[in-house]
């Protein structure tokens, strides 16, 4: 069974940075995609960015392009998520999740998630 299980977040300021890791487990994920969505309250969920398992060809939500960065290591099963420059507007609840196949911007083409993470930034 796949098990996703995210860490880091927290509570920071405006213009601070955090570092957000999903830790994967369960099977060999080369032949799948990885994203990282987030709800922030009285909203919907909304893709932030995703990441190829395989080839590592990402995708980044307009929100996210510049200040956030994907990356995994193949040998730990992680997929990070750097955010710099951090707005209030980022606060959310962050889920790492993956899909069998090609990248999605959808949540419900998605087959497992996290439990999330929640990121707060104050103003």
């Known amino acids: 069974q796949v098990q996703l299980v995210e860490s880091g977040g927290g509570l920071v300021q405006a213009g601070d940075s955090l570092r957000l890791s999903c830790a994967a487990s369960g099977r060999t994920f080369n032949s799948y995609f990885m994203g990282w969505f987030r709800q922030a309250p009285g909203k919907e969920r909304e893709f932030v960015v995703g990441?190829?398992?395989?080839?590592?060809?990402?995708y980044y939500a307009d929100s996210a392009k510049g200040r956030f960065t994907i990356s995994r290591d193949s040998a730990k099963n992680t997929v990070d998520l750097q955010m710099n420059s951090l707005k209030p507007e980022d606060t959310a609840v962050y889920y790492c999740a993956c899909r069998r196949g090609g990248p999605s911007r959808m949540g419900s083409a998605y087959e497992y998630w996290g439990q999330g993470t929640q990121v707060t930034v104050s103003a």
């Open positions: 990441i190829s398992w395989s080839g590592g060809t990402t």
